[in-house]
């Protein structure tokens, strides 16, 4: 095992065991007792660590620009349903959530669906949308819309931590990369044979066991930032205490 690995390996124990100080927040919530910046945490149901027992997996990690947080987390179970008020000129909810696309790819590829070379399009830029827009289905991108909102409020639950400095969360030198690279190059924290991700035509996703394909290269998480996350979680913890209860 190589060193980067090694490293991996322990941080990735510790980041999983520190983040069980915090509790799992599930669909339905309220997004507006969320903080306004930080850097979330997605489990997935049946999905374990590989360091021993049977505690959730990490499957993402993701952050966002300044004081999105609540807007981000609201895009993935896409709380907000005027999203689903799509045309052919309008770009739906998956070009709004990578994370929704990368779960709508794996549905479509499990489908076996030729529509995937038309979801992988972002129509957000207008120029794409009158270029290639008359190709849409529109009622089998609702269709598949409302299978990737069921699976993520039924299948994932998510914590998270308060960081406010955007610069410290954001990039690659970002707290958020190193967090990355610290759960995908652990050697012990691999799909089950079962998971959904198998079927993203993604190779990165399907050996990686993250719902991403950015930053999965990144160093791991180094002892100096070991502090910086456990000043997270503690202040994070006190936001919850102090703004709602989860269960």
Known sequence: MSGMNKAAQKFCRWLHEQLERLSLTKYPFNPNQLPRNGIYFFYERGETWGHDGSKPRIVRIGTHKSNNFRSRIKEHFLLDNKGMNFDSMKPAPKDRSIFRKNIGRALLRKRNSDYLRIWN????????????????????????????????????????????????????????????????????????????????PKAEIRKSGLWQVQHLGSPTITEDEKDTIDDAIAKTRVHMSTNFSFT
């Not at 970002?174 to 652990?186: A, D, H, M």
């Open 121 to 200: 399009i972002d129509f957000t830029p207008r120029r794409k949308r009158e270029k290639y827009g008359h190709l849409r289905d529109i009622e089998y991108e609702k269709e598949i819309e409302r299978d990737i909102t069921r699976t993520l409020r039924n299948r994932f639950t998510f914590r998270f931590i308060i960081v406010e400095n955007e610069t410290r969360r954001i990039g690659s030198k970002g707290l958020e990369s190193r967090l990355i690279g610290t759960v995908s190059r652990c050697p012990l924290c691999k799909p089950t044979k079962n998971w959904f991700g198998n079927f993203s």
